[in-house]
């Protein structure tokens, strides 16, 4: 029967009842709304009160114009850059996916005529002619001919499924299962046979859509932005509580000496001077350089990761994979090669061979004409063109044997491609002057029927004991391997007794390099959990081999299994899920939601448009470079080589970067710190101004941005990876970081005041006024902060450990010291200082240095505990 398909009328009123099939897509935002969202981080928030407070400054005739100008520019930095990036990335990514949606076409039967037409103009009702090549535009259902449709895009695995016509009426089948038999989906591909599908579902309601419409839901933040968030908080109660005890101690000195103020016009004098240095500690309690250092981190480790087949996509997917405590990752191409391989073959007599250069040439010749010329896929300039998954794995084992050549001279005749009844295919060829058929199928099969095999030194030899054979092929099943045989015998006919050149293992196989990146993820107390569309079996056998099942407790569930069992239940077996088979979309979410809410950093891997939702969902998302748009629009992180041991390389990135923000947190919280304590106990000790105002700014603009700049460039160390992750919820600042800060802190302004107000140590510079003392106390708060850098960089005994691995920082640090060389020198009345001799300089460098070896103490003391 000739098929019709709809009428223009038809299509019309299928179109208004059942909509189109255009994907909804939500606009991205544009870059102004990317860069005022970014003025709500709490750190950038703290930056624009620290703003406006300088603006007031200044117009009060209290501040420099440069001032408020260094605050801005730290704002326009950290926000700016972060916002123009990622908008960047988003245009690129969009303008990408607009040119693949162009070039989309199906072929439709409207009114008795075979049409092409744009894919958003199919509808419900359709019927779509599909051939090998073709993207299936919307999901419905076969009726006409057979299929061999490639899913990976929606499942991941690599195994063609059927399609063929429902039998009848009466005959179910779940469309949510994607290896049903009947319904095809949209993005999926045929690769083989020809057929008529009528359309069911288009646009939003198709998988597809469902899926690529879930993707562009809201995530939740990051660990580090909810830690910085905690930080920002704590930094201003800190700030304002500094600034109301510098006010407080101003005047209650005053009181105490009994030098009270004159008049009135002193009094506000007097209390617009406490009131200034306290905002200036205001100002420097928030360290500026925060914002920008993330930017300059992100910035610089994208460039070093993009080296390694890593590229970053979204700005806060870099940190987060740092703090990753479990990782649900895709088996096929991630876990495995993604590819069908031939692992190995074996005589009738099981000995194996993996080479064909290592067996007899007789024998070698039976291997390439039974499964080179049997084959229906074709070599071509070293690639394969054509057959299914299995011929091809076939295929490209011979052209690694550098045998293609032998294929090509052979000639070939009777070729009868593989028969689902017989369950195998078969080729004559001409071959020493006899005609010989070679048979390639179901080993079941083909041993049954076979009465001699060859054997290791190619002598052909009956074949009476077969179990050996059947344990060998039971044991590589259990290995979850797809097995082969071939026979041949004289002849043109493919029926009657044969004999056995060879049993074929074949398999997606373990990447190395994925097994040991999992041992050294595992090692950093990430779970690691392979989530797969394949069977139990073969997902165990894999996982097993991957170094995923180790532990008698470690658990391996089916998709069934899992919705049997409550959310509850499944937070508690979550802590020992290592593999989940048969997984749907749904699976996958399910997993990330739970993972969440038991407060875990969730990452998940994925290439399908059925890993999509997850992607997105997840705390970060690590698209496959190889997989759909869909997948990598969804994902923060693009691994180009789809290897789990690039993801080892994100996740160590990511934790250096956290170290880094670490690091320089130890080094402005402890100038800051130390400038609130100066600044405030100096009042009590009769000196009302230790620090001037340009003099602490100048402390620290020149601090934050130079410093960001030192620790954005720590190299990363594979030591990194022994720690355990971070909990979501624990502080940036942890105690030992605290005890360090306070310590070093405690010295410095010990040091300082000690110039000004304990003899010993005055007297050192001799008979000189308190403007010089001052002058030395600026130089060696400068100095000090600098040496603490040092200790700031490592937890190590060894401050100087793989120092030159960061030549950044002995610029930035040699910067410094210059820096405050030149204030000191030439700052005259601007800064308040007067040129120091040499004699000077060299005590306050010595007493600068002695915080180095003080907390060298701290750590021998604390290494200990």
Known sequence: MKLQGLSSKQVEESRKQHGSNELT??????????????????????????LVVQIGLFLLGQ????????????????????????????????????????????????????????????????????????????????????????????NGETEEATKIPCPDEKTSYDVKDLLNKHYAYRGTVV??????????????????????????????????????????????????????????????????????????????????????????????????????????????????????????????????????????????????EGRLSVVELVTGNVVPFKELSKMPSNLAGDVIIGTGINNSAVAS?????????????????????????????????????????????????????????YIKGAPERIIERCTHYIDENGETKEL?????????????????????????????????????????????????????????????????????????????????????????????????????????????????????????????SRLVRLAQELEEVVGMTGDGVNDSPALKKADVGFAMGSGTEVAKEAGDITILDDNFSSIEKAILYGRTMFKSIRKFLIFQLTVNVAAVLTCFIGPLLGENVI???????????????????????????????????????ESIVTKEMLTEVIISALYITFICLSILFFAPIRNLFGDVDVTYLKSALFATFMMAITFNGFNARTAHINPFENLMRNKNFLLVMLSIFVMQFVFVTFGGEVLSVESLSLKSWLICLILAFMVIPIDVVRKLLTAHK
């Not at 606009?27 to 005022?36: E, G, H, R, S, V």
């Not at 993207?135 to 001919?145: N, R, S, T």
């Not at 005890?245 to 009994?258: D, E, P, Q, R, S």
């Not at 994208?302 to 940190?319: H, P, Q, T, W, Y």
Request: glycine share 8%.
């Open 63 to 154: 501040a420099e114009w440069f001032e408020p100008v260094g605050i801005l520019i730290a704002i326009v930095i950290a926000n700016g850059v972060a916002s123009i990036s990622e908008n960047k990335q988003e245009n690129k990514a969009s303008a990408l996916k607009e040119e693949e949606e162009a070039k989309e076409i199906a072929k439709v039967i409207r009114d008795g005529k075979l049409l092409e037409i744009h894919v958003s103009e199919v509808v419900v009702g359709d019927l779509v002619y599909l051939q090998a090549g073709d993207k299936i535009p919307a999901d419905g259902v076969v009726v006409e001919g057979a299929l061999k449709v490639d899913q990976a895009a929606l």
């Open 691 to 729: 620090l001037t105002v340009i003099q602490l700014l100048l402390i620290n603009l020149a601090m934050d941005t130079l410093a960001a700049i030192a620790f954005g460039s720590e190299p990363a160390l594979k030591e990194y990876m022994k720690d355990k992750p971070v909990p979501r919820n």
């Open 191 to 336: 690769c083989g046979g020809e057929g008529y599908m009528e359309i069911k579902v288009v646009g939003d309601k198709t998988l597809f859509g469902e899926l690529a419409l879930e993707v562009q839901e809201e995530t939740r933040q990051t660990p580090l932005q909810v830690k910085l968030g905690v930080l920002a908080q704590q930094i201003s109660k800190f700030g304002y509580m500094g600034a109301i005890a510098i006010v407080v101690g101003i005047l209650l000195k005053t009181f105490v000496t009994g030098a009270l103020p004159s008049g009135i016009y002193e009094w506000i004098r007097l209390l617009l001077d406490a009131i200034t240095v306290a905002i200036t500690v205001i100002v420097c309690a928030v360290p500026e350089g925060l914002p920008m250092l993330t930017s300059i981190l992100l910035s610089f480790q994208s460039l070093r990761m993009a080296k390694d087949n890593v590229l970053v996509r979204k700005i806060n997917g870099l940190e987060t994979a740092g703090s990753l405590s479990i990782l649900f990752s895709d088996k096929t191409g991630t876990i495995t």
């Open 381 to 437: 300039n070293g690639s394969i063109i054509g057959g299914n998954s299995t011929d091809r794995a076939l295929m490209a084992y011979l052209i690694d044997s550098k045998v293609v050549n032998s294929i090509a001279k052979e000639e070939a005749r009777n070729f009868n491609a593989f028969d689902s009844a017989k369950k195998f295919s078969s080729v004559t060829v001409q071959r020493d002057g006899k005609s010989m058929t």
């Open 464 to 588: 009476v004991e077969k179990n050996y054979l059947i344990a060998h092929m039971d044991a590589q099943a259990g290995r979850s391997m797809r097995l082969l045989a071939v026979a041949k015998r004289e002849g043109e006919s493919d029926e009657g007794d044969l004999t056995l050149v060879c049993v074929i293992s074949i398999r997606d196989n373990v990447r190395k390099e994925a097994a040991d990146a999992i041992h050294e993820v595992q090692n950093a107390g990430i779970q690691v959990v392979m989530v797969t569309g394949d069977r139990k079996e073969t997902a165990v056998a894999i996982a097993k081999e991957a170094g995923l099942l180790v532990n008698p407790d470690d658990v391996a569930l089916t998709s069934a299994e899992m919705a049997e069992k409550s959310d509850e239940e499944m937070k508690k077996i979550l802590p020992h899920l290592r593999v989940v088979a048969r997984a749907l979309p749904t699976d996958k």
């Open 25 to 50: 897509q939500i606009p991205a935002d544009p870059l102004w709304k990317k860069i005022l969202e970014g003025f709500k981080d709490p750190m950038i928030m703290i930056l624009l009160v620290a």
